[in-house]
């Protein structure tokens, strides 16, 4: 096949690459391949069967049109100070400019119009002067939520747009390789899951796009053929749950509150991200049967609790530069002592030495929303370093949230974001190969849906 545009890739970053361009007037022809299904056919069975059914060839909730963020909690963030460092690469007024730019188009799509985190200004401020006193960092940024099933329905209209535009969106294809000819991409082989129907892909321009998922894949090819990059960042922590009673104030006025401190001894940076206001904690499952948990937030079904992820940060250095493998093991560990399962354990049976028992999880104030999560002891898989970190940033959060520190607080594992290789391009997504050029999370530039649909905008700008 031949084209003008291959982007490989349908997430935020690969979606919003060609709206723009359609919306520029291209007359470029524009291949997407996504190894995923068409969002119609996305579809957890989990809520009927209880349990994760562990889909093959791939999760639907890490893989297809729209890609993981969207089937998580739908929440965009207004504000270039949040959603990864692609403000340094192109400029804070820009990154600023594009996300007012893009939002506007999520609401032509039927995004809710209201915006959580603006209405309470005096009641931000005693938000934030707790923060200071507890030696932590308040982020308040201006949330769009769209919710995990709203998302479905704003995502649906844009691939139609996309196919009623003349984009070809090849679904049920991965990425295999890249073609090229010296330090000159071609185009891309792709291929059904199992190897069959491997076909080239010939185009001017080639955009990677293939999401925090893809990052691992990502590494492996910029290893291969000498790509410019650099290991960068990749969080450890846990996806907490508590009543939504202990985080009422912060949900009203804040919506998500995104907290950053450095706590001691080690001095690494720990956030919370994806704050979830009566949500519900989920599996996620990754190549090689990694499980791992996140978080939903729905418009209309609530639950009891309010759950967030805690993260610490770790970099790398000499002699190791594999910090995606890293976080594996770290998955892979977790995930032989739940036999499969996610993790639960409870605060106060950590700060004791004690894993929780399903028993005393049944008689809790607190009870679990994902349900096929095991109780266990998830110290024997975390890192002490990364466990010293989450347990000393719990505690200073508690005094911006009383009661966020009580003993019955869930503390779910393994909760791993990989997006830690970071390719190095200039202000216009070229990198060091002719015609490559790489969006979104698994880049290493962003983080969450917003700031990976403004790296597409502009990327569409420029190849229109």
């Given at each position: ?25 291209t007359k470029k022809h524009i291949v997407i391949v996504e190894k995923g299904q068409p969002i119609e056919k996305r579809a957890c069975p989990k809520s009927k069967t209880g349990r994760c059914m562990n889909c093959k060839p791939y999760c639907h909730i890490t893989t297809g049109f729209s890609g993981a963020g969207a089937f998580s909690d739908g929440k965009l963030s207004l504000s270039c100070e949040v959603g990864g460092d692609l403000p340094q690469l192109i400029g804070e007024d820009l990154a600023q400019q594009t996300i007012d730019y893009t939002d506007k188009i999520y609401l032509e799509f039927g995004a809710d119009t209201h915006v959580e985190g603006v209405s309470d200004a005096e009641a931000v401020r005693g938000i934030r002067k707790r923060a200071i006193q507890a030696g932590l960092k308040l ?326």
């Amino acid at each position: 096949m031949t084209t003008d545009i291959v982007i490989v890739g349908a997430g935020p970053a690969g979606i919003f690459t060609a709206l723009e361009m359609i919306r520029k007037g291209t007359k470029k022809h524009i291949v997407i391949v996504e190894k995923g299904q068409p969002i119609e056919k996305r579809a957890c069975p989990k809520s009927k069967t209880g349990r994760c059914m562990n889909c093959k060839p791939y999760c639907h909730i890490t893989t297809g049109f729209s890609g993981a963020g969207a089937f998580s909690d739908g929440k965009l963030s207004l504000s270039c100070e949040v959603g990864g460092d692609l403000p340094q690469l192109i400029g804070e007024d820009l990154a600023q400019q594009t996300i007012d730019y893009t939002d506007k188009i999520y609401l032509e799509f039927g995004a809710d119009t209201h915006v959580e985190g603006v209405s309470d200004a005096e009641a931000v401020r005693g938000i934030r002067k707790r923060a200071i006193q507890a030696g932590l960092k308040l982020v308040d940024c201006p949330i769009r939520h769209m919710g995990t099933e709203k998302a479905h329905d704003i995502y649906a209209g844009i691939e139609q747009s996309l196919l009623n535009s003349g984009v070809d969106i090849l679904f049920g294809f991965e990425c295999v390789n890249l073609l090229l000819e010296g330090a000159v991409c071609k185009g891309v082989t792709v291929a059904r899951p199992d190897g069959r129907d491997e076909m080239a892909i010939e185009a001017a321009h080639t955009v990677i796009a293939t999401g925090r998922r893809g990052a691992d894949w990502l590494e492996k090819i910029c290893a291969e053929h000498n790509i410019a990059h650099q290991p960068g960042t990749v969080d450890i922590g846990v996806r907490v749950e508590v009543r939504n009673e202990i985080m009422e104030q912060v949900n009203e006025v804040l919506y998500e509150s995104k907290l950053i401190g450095y706590p001691n001894p080690f001095r690494n940076k720990v956030r919370t991200f994806c704050q979830n206001p009566g949500g519900f904690v989920s599996q996620e499952n990754y190549d090689d049967d990694l499980a791992v948990v996140n978080g939903h937030s729905y418009k209309e079904i609530k639950s009891d609790n309010t759950n967030l992820a805690i993260l610490c940060s770790h970099n790398f250095n000499h002699p190791f530069n594999q910090p995606i493998a890293y976080a594996q093991k770290i998955g892979e560990l977790t995930n032989m002592l739940g036999a499969g399962h996610i993790l639960v354990q409870r605060y106060g049976d950590i700060l004791d030495g004690k894993r929780t028992w399903q028993k005393e999880l049944s008689q809790s104030n607190v009870r679990p929303t994902l349900p096929d999560a095991v109780a266990g002891d998830i110290t024997a898989a975390m890192p002490y370093r990364a466990m010293v970190n989450i347990i000393n940033f719990i505690q200073a959060v508690d005094q911006v949230v009383p009661g966020f520190a009580s003993p019955e607080t869930l503390l779910y594992s393994p909760e791993l974001k990989f997006y830690s290789n970071r390719v190095r391009m200039d202000e216009k997504f070229d990198t060091s190969v002719q015609g490559l050029h790489c969006l979104g999370d698994s880049s290493g530039w962003t983080r969450g849906l917003m700031m990976a649909s403004i790296m597409g905008v502009l990327m569409g700008r420029i190849l229109a």
